[in-house]
């Protein structure tokens, strides 16, 4: 769940992106899962869904190596992309869902991004 204002725009990296709507200061905390809200599903809950959702779970979610269970977040947070100079970190230290914290200011209008290889395997990713 995003504890931050954002919002979503055309994003240089890929398609839409997920935007600062207020000034984030670097270490605050800009998403955490919240169960109940966000999604978490064993592989063989996934395998179970109908294709057309498999597919959908494949788009906006992930398979997290932390957990071994595919994450999804249901706001806007699944339209953060991934770069190599990420402005948010998945911080796992204190979290076993990983909190994504700011790694520097950003300030509004700023894209915010995270590096997928924190995550999840990018093999697709070259």
Same mark, same amino acid.
């Given at each position: 769940m995003l504890t931050k204002k954002t919002t979503l725009g055309q994003s240089t990296i890929h398609g839409i992106g997920l935007f600062a709507a207020e000034p984030i200061t670097k270490g /605050?905390? #800009?998403? %955490?899962? /919240?169960? $109940?809200f966000d999604m978490e599903l064993t592989p063989e809950q996934r395998a179970a869904l109908p294709p057309?959702? %498999? /597919?959908?779970f494949q788009h906006y979610g992930y398979l997290d190596f932390h957990l071994e269970k595919y994450m999804c977040c249901v706001d806007d947070a699944r339209f953060m992309n991934h770069s190599e100079s990420a402005n948010v970190l998945a911080d796992y230290e204190k979290e076993k869902? $990983?909190?994504g914290r700011a790694l520097r200011n950003i300030e509004p209008g700023e894209e915010l991004t995270i590096d997928y290889r924190q995550i999840e395997n #990018?093999?697709?990713?070259?």
């Amino acid at each position: 769940m995003l504890t931050k204002k954002t919002t979503l725009g055309q994003s240089t990296i890929h398609g839409i992106g997920l935007f600062a709507a207020e000034p984030i200061t670097k270490g /605050e905390i #800009v998403w %955490q899962f /919240e169960p $109940g809200f966000d999604m978490e599903l064993t592989p063989e809950q996934r395998a179970a869904l109908p294709p057309i959702t %498999q /597919e959908w779970f494949q788009h906006y979610g992930y398979l997290d190596f932390h957990l071994e269970k595919y994450m999804c977040c249901v706001d806007d947070a699944r339209f953060m992309n991934h770069s190599e100079s990420a402005n948010v970190l998945a911080d796992y230290e204190k979290e076993k869902y $990983g909190i994504g914290r700011a790694l520097r200011n950003i300030e509004p209008g700023e894209e915010l991004t995270i590096d997928y290889r924190q995550i999840e395997n #990018v093999d697709w990713l070259k």
